[in-house]
């Protein structure tokens, strides 16, 4: 007999997860969530866009008083 693991749950689904994260529906129906950082948008001088590798996760830790100094905005 060979072993299968459960089906995954969505986010948002029934019994699923819930959604945390504000996200986009890609063309293919998968779900992108991201996080906003730093200085708002309209306020900050440089706006960056981290993409970050599958070790690593919209919520890493970024030093805030770096961010403040430098008026970033971020999209993780």
Same mark, same amino acid.
């Given at each position: 007999?060979?072993? *299968?693991?459960?089906?995954?749950? $969505? ?8 959604? $945390?994260?504000? !996200?986009? *529906?890609?063309?293919?129906? !998968? ?28 919520? $890493? ?6 961010? !403040? ?8």
């Amino acid at each position: 007999m060979v072993l *299968k693991p459960p089906p995954p749950k $969505t986010c948002g689904s029934i019994n699923g997860p819930p959604v $945390t994260s504000p !996200r986009v *529906k890609l063309s293919d129906g !998968r779900h992108l969530a991201y996080r906003e950082f730093g200085f708002p948008k309209e306020e900050a001088r440089y706006k960056i866009i981290v993409v970050h590798g599958y070790a690593s996760s919209k919520d $890493t830790h970024l030093p805030v008083s770096q961010v !403040r100094i430098c008026s970033f905005y971020l999209l993780l």
